[in-house]
């Protein structure tokens, strides 16, 4: 059978829908809007590529939250595990991190990008660049091929194709190529589409203009966050606006779903979680002599910088005075947080077409012929590897729902 598959979009799970599908000697045209492919997976990479993580599969897809039911079966099919071993074929050795998180070594995404771009010239994929999708030219019947239209920096661009895998990213980084361009284009064709909204987000906090001035930019370490039923240590970063940084991003769909509901989010910092209530009470009790308060908490608890701004933010000044309040406080300091970062700020995106618009092999119900994958669908989960690893994962069942579709076992 002669077939003609179009990839859009050069993110890793169009590249990898592409790799499954040109494996069983299909033509595949890979689209994209930018000047070179990769550029979100580059930029991931930019401080050290963390591809996937060493979790046990359970804990692994419990990081998935209330998409776990939908993401599950396409992480048994190609998970962490299948994962590294891909990343092994292209010449390229993993290694796991103290925090279980796994890296290339060398650390970078473009040799890994390299190699895996000539890996796929080598198959006979051909690449489109500066190829902007604007959408279908007229509902396609399950009998025909799909007509697709593009803008290019010359021309309009009609292409016909017997089957299409949609992998055009959610609604962050705007400038790297994911626009959310898209939603209206598939709510158009029939599908569902949930509202794209930051994930992996900052916030903004009502910081007093001299906390602000004095301690953008300085960071939060060795801290535990609490949260509803969230509980993590870790570091984040003071921003003029608020906060952002590792810290943050692991809470951030619960407090980004807060503020929703009720307008606010108020987050517990403690600041000395190697030390209990009762050793904070016992030496904030002792004489502060003729030390500044600023001196005191340093020499008495340590607390110095920037964790002792934070203190004074929260803190009224008569409970300073009040060993046990203060202590209190120390261990569960109250910070207002008041509103996400705008989506294109954000590290990735939750919403999108939703798993009831699809079939099990990700094939649009509203549209036969068309699959969909990545970050455009409807599912988020906290950095650490696991979006790279679902985005990968997607990449993978779609090429396969593909080859099914096209009657190719």
Request: glycine share 10%; net charge neutral.
């Amino acid at each position: 059978m002669s077939a003609s598959v179009a990839v859009i979009g050069g993110g890793p799970a169009g590249l990898m829908a592409a790799e499954v599908i040109s494996a069983r000697g299909v033509k595949v045209d890979v689209y994209d809007a930018m000047p070179s492919v990769g550029r979100k997976f580059l930029m991931a990479g930019k401080s050290g590529l963390n591809i996937t993580h060493s979790d046990p599969f359970d804990v692994f897809i419990s990081r998935y939250g209330k998409r776990r039911p939908q993401i599950e079966p396409l992480l048994k099919e190609f998970g962490a595990d299948e994962l590294r071993n891909w990343v092994y074929s292209l010449g390229i050795d993993t290694f796991v991190g103290t925090s279980g998180r796994v890296f290339p070594f060398g650390m970078k995404a473009s040799p890994l990008l390299r190699a895996w771009l000539k890996r796929l010239s080598d198959s006979g994929v051909t690449f489109h660049l500066r190829h902007k999708w604007r959408g279908f030219s007229a509902p396609a019947p399950a009998t025909s091929s799909i007509l697709l239209e593009f803008v290019t920096p010359d021309d309009e661009v009609t292409i016909k194709a017997d089957a299409v895998v949609l992998a055009l990213g959610g609604g962050s980084w705007r400038r790297l190529g994911s626009d959310g361009a898209w939603v209206d284009w598939l709510r158009q064709a029939g599908a569902e589409v949930e509202p794209l909204r930051p994930s992996n987000c900052g916030f903004d906090a009502a910081w007093s203009p001299h906390f602000r001035e004095k301690f953008e930019g300085h960071p939060i370490k060795s801290v535990v966050l609490s949260f509803k039923d969230f509980r993590q240590r870790g570091e984040f970063i003071v921003t003029k606006e608020g906060v952002e940084g590792s810290l943050i991003y692991a809470a951030s769909a619960m407090i980004r779903d807060e503020i929703e509901a009720n307008g606010r989010a108020v987050i517990d910092l403690d600041l000395k979680p190697d030390r209990t209530l009762e050793w904070l009470v016992d030496k904030l009790s002792r004489p502060r002599g003729k030390r500044s308060l600023a001196s005191y908490l340093d020499k008495t608890l340590g607390i110095k910088g920037v964790k002792a701004g934070l203190l004074r933010e929260a803190v009224l000044k008569q409970d300073f005075t009040n060993p046990e309040k203060l202590a209190g406080f120390i261990k569960a300091l109250p910070v207002l947080l008041v509103t996400p970062r705008p989506l294109d700020e954000a590290i990735s995106s939750a919403g999108g077409l939703t798993f009831e618009s699809l079939d099990e092999h990700l094939m649009l119900k509203s549209l036969p012929g068309v699959f969909c994958a990545g970050e455009m669908l409807d599912w988020e989960a906290p950095t650490g590897g696991y979006l790279l690893t679902a985005c990968f994962s997607s990449g993978y069942s779609a090429g396969h729902g593909v080859l099914q579709w096209l009657g190719i076992s």
